[in-house]
């Protein structure tokens, strides 16, 4: 038992670099191209602009930022590359912009020999973080579309006699699976799942319950009508991994009823700590997610084993709602943003079907090979990690 | 368990700034979510067509409008490029804009007869009417070719000698003649205003002319380029204007110092509120 302790505890500090949510890395440009004119305005987060140039100093940050996106955007043509012009004054080639207190904003106007053949280059943030991603609208013949800039598409060459096509769906499906599989979060979700799973058919309302999640998400960041609270978002994921942790602890051994009173009463605390520190939102969602974790656990003891997939369902909807976060700086039409999310959200879903559905079939595969101890020791240790990170999120997210 | 769900979802969700879609009341139009009131759009277009608004027609409506939309999208597209921050002209504008708008409350106060005559009485040196003089200034050169073996002593002993002859009563021409005064041009014989007078004869003498009454000859006053005497023979000290006559200038002033004061008053608040680094060696 005390090297299983061991183990947990050493899984626990191995979680403690995700106290804070894996960050998307995202930025937004919009390049209007008129004639041989072409005109881009590039817009950073601030947190991106001082991973980059390692200053908090914004002063600074714009100075070194302005030679770091002059060295690293480029458009060329048919008759060769197009030189940024300097926008007079005492700007230079790049004008920094205003606007707003979280981004950086920047604007470059490039001349070209011909019209023709023009390719966008943009290698912005890509060799400091793979991960990242440029939301790119396009306006080429009277038409805006959107694109995306990857570490693997960093240019684009656009039709001489025709708007860019739109960015197919497929591209923002691939981000939701990096997304995915980035997350600590949903890989904590999905073991818990297959350990809580006890059939196919288990396994099936799992993938409904997550779908729901995304779709509900989808609805609501599409509609407009609210945005979630990032800090208490993130957060509230790790109240979500710790409840299915304990779950899976509690909900066949005889200290069910004390597990539910320890955590509901760490959650109530949260929430008048919370509410002490004038975050009421916060501390409603607490109190939220005491009397949800009382409620699974109420339901695992009445005999329904699959109250725990709200716990499932809310997790997908947040993760989507975080991954819809970073958007509204791309200023998508409705339609794009759509498409956008579905992709995101359809990533996401795909990468956490197939792993459940994998790890569920291996597990099941190989019960019939080792004694039901083995299996016991695997879902203590398991809920033991998860109750950890999970509990350990919750707090640092909380406070950061 | 479904009260709990409710209770997150409300705390994990906050209601998101819906666009305005339509124009609200009391606005002729919305420019990126940016409202143009219907009272400026009133008041532009009888500006620009020298009409009451009812009678213009829609032509002139939609001309004005529409320079109004292309007004708010400049002035946008200014923001974002930050040209408050960068450009002198819009810094100026905007300081002079925001003074305004401190001294506005202060400057729609209409001060009393007696707060004026309070005002006049505190500043009443700068309500002066200009004095005028006219005098003789005789100087007794040195070191000159003419005057090669006249000493600086020397020199002072005859203009001790030429002020005593004079006060005494002797004649200009005499005492000019007996001891080798010349006029030094600085004044030309004619009366002078205590400004020209000042230029004229320059900082040195006109301290002294300045306090000498009619008829009054001064002590021997030695400048770069000589003795000089000076004689008083007419001096119009400067007199202090009635309030009545100056009433208007005087309110003005006092407008421009309430102005002043609010405008200090403003600053002195902002820097409490601001936070000021200055670099070392440097000094405000």
């Not at chain 1, 004119?37 to 200053?55: D, I, K, N, Y």
């Not at chain 1, 793979?130 to 396009?138: E, G, L, N, S, T």
């Not at chain 1, 004038?278 to 009397?291: E, Q, S, V, Y």
């Not at chain 2, 007199?239 to 009433?247: Q, S």
Request: proline letters at 4%; aromatic letters at 8%.
């Amino acid at each position: 038992m005390k090297s299983l302790v061991w183990l947990a505890l050493v899984w626990l500090a191995g979680g403690a670099g995700a106290a804070v949510a894996a960050d998307q890395s995202v930025s937004y440009s919009t390049w209007i191209v008129s004639g041989n004119m072409v005109t881009l305005r590039l817009t950073l987060p601030v947190r991106e602009a001082r991973h980059l140039v390692g200053s908090s100093v914004p002063v600074l940050t714009t100075d070194r930022l302005k030679e770091y996106v002059l060295q690293h955007v480029a458009v060329s043509s048919a008759a060769g590359s197009c030189p940024a012009i300097d926008q007079g004054y005492d700007l230079g080639q790049v004008d920094p912009l205003a606007v707003g207190p979280d981004l950086y904003g920047f604007e470059l106007v490039y001349r070209c020999p011909t019209a023709t053949g023009i390719t966008l280059r943009d290698a912005v943030l890509f060799a400091e973080r793979p991960q990242h991603v440029d939301f790119a609208r396009i306006r080429t013949h009277g038409e805006v579309h959107e694109q995306l800039f990857t570490f693997s598409h960093q240019r684009l060459r656009l039709p001489d006699a025709a708007p860019v096509p739109e960015e197919a769906v497929s591209a923002f499906v691939r981000i939701g699976l990096l997304h995915a599989i980035e997350g600590a979060e949903g890989w904590c979700v999905v073991l818990a799942a297959v350990l809580l799973v006890r059939r196919w058919r288990d396994v099936a309302g799992v993938l409904i319950v997550l779908a729901f999640g995304y779709l509900v998400s989808l609805g609501l960041s599409a509609s407009g009508w609210v945005l979630p609270r990032l800090p208490a978002s993130e957060a509230f994921v790790g109240l979500l991994v710790g409840g299915l942790g304990a779950v899976l602890a509690l909900r066949e051994g005889p200290y069910r009823m004390r597990g539910l009173l320890v955590w509901a009463s760490l959650l109530v605390l949260l929430g008048l700590t919370a509410s002490i520190v004038h975050a009421p939102a916060t501390a409603l969602a607490l109190l939220g997610g005491a009397l949800l974790f009382a409620g699974v656990m109420r339901s695992a003891g009445a005999g329904a084993e699959r109250g725990w997939l709200v716990l499932v369902g809310l997790f997908a909807l947040l993760d989507g709602a975080v991954m819809a976060s970073v958007l509204p700086p791309a200023q998508l039409s409705r339609h794009s943003l759509l498409r956008v999310l579905a992709g995101l959200d359809g990533g996401a879903w795909i990468i956490q079907s197939l792993t459940l559905a994998a790890l569920a079939g291996l597990l099941w595969h190989f019960r019939a090979r080792f004694v039901i101890a083995a299996r016991a020791v695997l879902e203590d240790v398991c809920a033991a990690v998860l109750s950890g990170i999970g509990t350990f999120w919750l707090v640092s997210r909380l406070w950061t | 368990m479904a009260l709990g769900v409710l209770l997150a979802l409300v705390g994990l969700f906050r209601t998101a700034p819906l666009p305005q879609t339509t124009v609200p009341p009391g606005y002729v139009a919305l420019v990126n979510q940016k409202g143009l009131l219907m009272s400026d759009f009133i008041a532009q277009t009888q500006v620009e067509t020298s009409k009451p608004f009812a009678q213009t027609t829609p032509a002139e409506r939609s001309k004005v409008l529409r320079e109004m939309i292309d007004e708010e999208l400049l002035v946008q597209r200014a923001m974002v490029l930050d040209i408050p921050e960068t450009t002198n002209e819009v810094r100026g504008s905007l300081v002079s804009a925001v003074n305004a708008q401190v001294a506005a409350p202060v400057l729609a106060y209409v001060p009393s007869d007696a707060e004026l005559r309070a005002y006049y009485e505190k500043y009443r040196q700068n309500y002066t009417g200009p004095g005028s003089m006219m005098l003789h200034d005789l100087v007794l050169h040195i070191g000159g070719f003419q005057n090669a073996d006249q000493s600086a002593t020397q020199a002072q002993a005859d203009a001790t000698e030429a002020v005593y002859q004079l006060r005494s009563g002797a004649s200009l021409a005499y005492v000019m003649e007996h001891f080798g005064f010349v006029n030094s041009g600085r004044m030309d014989e004619t009366e002078q205003l205590d400004f020209a007078a000042k230029l004229h004869l320059g900082d040195k003498l006109y301290a002294i002319a300045a306090r000498m009454r009619d008829g009054e000859v001064s002590e021997p006053i030695q400048d770069r380029d000589g003795v000089h005497i000076l004689v008083m023979v007419r001096h119009q000290f400067p007199k202090v204007a009635d309030f009545a006559a100056v009433r208007d200038r005087v309110y003005l002033d006092f407008r421009a110092a309430a102005s002043s004061r609010a405008t200090q008053e403003n600053l002195a608040l902002l820097r409490t509120q601001a936070q000021i680094l200055i670099a070392p060696g440097m000094a405000e």
